[in-house]
């Protein structure tokens, strides 16, 4: 099964960007579909965003569309997300997720993923 760890969060003041990574072990890397979700202090945790096996087909949360972005690098066993103008209520442990599946249809619950990453703290300053 593969392994996830991500990288990439931090302190940044509201309006800036991070691009947060999760790097994957083993060689079926091109085999999952991935995710990326948050939790915040005191909240259940949400969808962010997902991709599929090839990068061609991604989803985001309705309130995220447009200043998130996901994507991949199946060479480099690694996905992304490049986040713009954080917000405050951006705040939170962000965690990516892979599922095996090799279609075209993106999953937003959590549930279904069987491989989670440690997680990286995201933190935006207002």
């Known amino acids: 099964q593969v392994q996830l760890v991500e990288s990439g969060g931090g302190l940044v003041q509201a309006g800036g960007s991070l691009r ?4 994957a072990s083993g060689r079926t890397f091109s085999s999952y579909a991935l995710g990326w979700f948050r939790q915040a202090p005191g909240k259940d945790r949400e969808f962010v965003a997902a991709i599929n096996w090839s ?6 949360a309705d309130s995220l569309k447009g200043r998130f972005s996901i994507s991949r ?9 490049q986040m713009n103008s954080l917000e405050p209520e951006d705040t939170a442990v962000y965690y ?3 599922r095996l599946y090799r279609g ?3 999953e937003v619950r959590d549930r279904f993923y069987v491989a989670w990453g440690q997680g990286t703290q995201v933190t935006v300053s207002s």
């Open 96 to 98: 990516c997720a892979a």
């Open 55 to 60: 990068g061609g087909t991604t989803s985001y």
């Open 73 to 81: 690098d199946n060479a480099k066993n690694t996905m992304y997300l």
């Open 104 to 106: 075209t249809t993106n």
């Open 20 to 23: 947060l990574s999760c790097a």
